[in-house]
């Protein structure tokens, strides 16, 4: 199951930001994932949920997932959402986005006053 280790990743990636940024809580993490990535999300916020039961700094977390489409681009210049053959040539394209697992963004409380 990859999905423990892409929670791992998540987790980890996420405690270094955390940490740099001084942070006492965080709130949200935002994971962009493309929809070829093959993951299942619901089974990534279970594993995170595994990693995190001891750390209090994700005590309230909430993971948000955003679905990122696929887009290829062919050497005779076609760039869309067809991504097993060209409709222009109709040559293999070369995907260019939605494979992707990204940890895009963290909102995090400091304990500093704004």
């Not at 939605?98 to 909102?107: F, H, S, T, Y």
Request: overall charge negative; proline content about 5%.
């Amino acid at each position: 199951m990859h999905e423990s280790g892409i929670a791992y990743d998540v987790y980890v990636t996420s405690k270094r930001a955390a940490e740099e940024n001084h942070a006492k809580l965080v709130k949200t993490i935002y994971v962009d994932v493309g929809s070829m990535a093959m993951v299942n999300p619901e089974q990534v916020e279970f594993m995170f949920r595994t990693f995190i039961t001891d750390d209090p700094i994700f005590a309230e977390t909430k993971l948000v997932f955003n679905t990122i489409l696929p887009i290829a681009e062919c050497a005779c210049g076609y760039k869309g959402p067809e991504i097993f053959v060209c409709p222009n040539c109709g040559k293999l394209p070369h995907m260019v986005q939605g494979r992707e697992i990204v940890v895009k963004n963290l909102e995090i409380e400091t304990g500093e006053s704004a």
